[in-house]
């Protein structure tokens, strides 16, 4: 297992009724033990797991348990045979959400941190409360190691005024701190980061244009290795269509649902956030290979939701080009983006006229279909396009092993 040289990183992930685990070596990206408790505070909360190389285990976690409970038994029970990992342990790394614009930097957690996360659960009511359990817990269990929280949100603090402003009166920023704050931002700076060493680029006159595509999607202008631009608003559902989400969306729409329909505002919220895009474009999946699927068997809606997909991010990816000026590479990660070579096809000939020119051979490659990595641009494109499967985890546990002594 791991050796007495290994210095290793807990992730811990922690959804609205999830824990995500894993031990890693932030070094070479070694995955020691991951797993995921899942339905907690439900009757049949339950938690699964693999260590390196082995085969999963699933075991019930008990009626009503929570995420205290589900980290407790990660310790107790997973670990409990494994001092080797224990002993290797050098930092907790803890996914946030939100850290509105309090955080710009990972940061160790502190009582005060965890207020901070407190104070913005507003803006990830269903997430940050699961954070602060999972850090209560975490800090429990491990208090002799730093405890590194990794906000989705901190990539983006560099956005300038004028592009994280709406354009609402200023009272709602100033007193109720309502404006842009993005998403997604550990992978975007982690893929904005190895596209440029890719390329052997100057990092300090480099700019991309980063696609994170899975369930939930966003993009980010990123200059310099500094996002200067992101689709994600103040909440995850501003921006690319999704899964389930509608994505950015005339405000009009939701007063008319109020005003015309007599929904209620919670009962819009559900459905722009949990019933629209893909799954509500095509009546049928909100996964991306069902669309492909159903396209491919000639079901008008997934086509259409398929080109909507498209044609939307092909919009967004031109628009960055005003932040940019210049754009020396796009990048396609997340599920989405890792794996279909048909969306990246349509997204790179709608956007033919800025020059940038697909090798259609190599989009189609096994490498960068199967969730490999690789250049899909030809090289007479205007531009750079690759893909890069992204790694939340190695970079939370890269970023919190720096707070490790
Ligand atoms: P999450 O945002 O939940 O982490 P992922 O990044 O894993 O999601 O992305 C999930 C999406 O990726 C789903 O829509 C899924 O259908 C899509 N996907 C995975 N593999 C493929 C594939 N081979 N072709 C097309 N889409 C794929």
Known sequence: ????????????????????????????????????????????????????????????????????????????????????????????GHRIVSGGDLYSQPTLVDDSVEAGIEKCIPFAPLHNPAHLQGIRAARKVFPGIPHVCVFDTAFHQTMPEYAFRFA????????????????????????????????????????????????????????????????????????????????SIDPSVIFFLCDNMGLTAQEVCKILNKESGLLGISGRTSDFRGITEGREQGDEKCALAFDMFCYRLAKFIASYYVPLG????????????????????????????????????????????KGGRGVISAPDSSCYVTVIPTNEELIIARLASEFAK
Not at 339 to 366: C, H, Q, T, W
Request: glycine share 10%.
């Open 326 to 369: 210049r754009v020396d590479a796009i990048v396609f990660t997340g599920g989405i983006g890792e794996n279909s070579y048909r969306m990246r096809r349509r997204v790179m000939e709608l956007l033919a006229p800025f020059g940038i020119k697909l090798d259609v051979e190599k989009n189609e490659a096994a490498l960068v279909y």
């Open 1 to 92: 297992m791991a050796t007495n040289t290994d210095k290793t990183v807990l992730v811990v992930n922690c959804g609205s009724s999830s824990v995500k685990f894993a031990i890693v070596n932030p070094v070479d990206g070694r995955v020691f033990v991951s797993g995921i408790a899942e339905a907690l505070t439900l009757d049949d909360a339950r938690i699964s797991w693999a260590f390196d190389g082995e085969a999963k285990t699933e075991q019930m976690l008990g009626s009503g348990a929570d995420h205290a409970r589900a980290i407790d038994f990660v310790v107790d029970t997973i670990l409990a045979g494994h001092k080797d990992l224990l002993d290797s342990l050098v930092a907790v």
């Open 168 to 247: 609402i009166p200023e009272k709602y920023y100033t007193e109720n701190r309502i404006r842009r704050y993005g998403a997604h931002g550990t992978s975007h700076y982690y893929v904005a980061g190895e596209v440029c060493k890719e390329m052997g680029a100057d990092p300090d006159n480099f700019n991309v244009i980063t696609c994170h595509l899975g369930n939930g999607a966003s993009i980010s202008a990123v200059k310099n290795g500094k996002c200067i631009d992101t689709s994600m608003g103040l909440t995850p559902l501003d921006g690319l269509m999704m899964g389930t989400r509608s994505g």
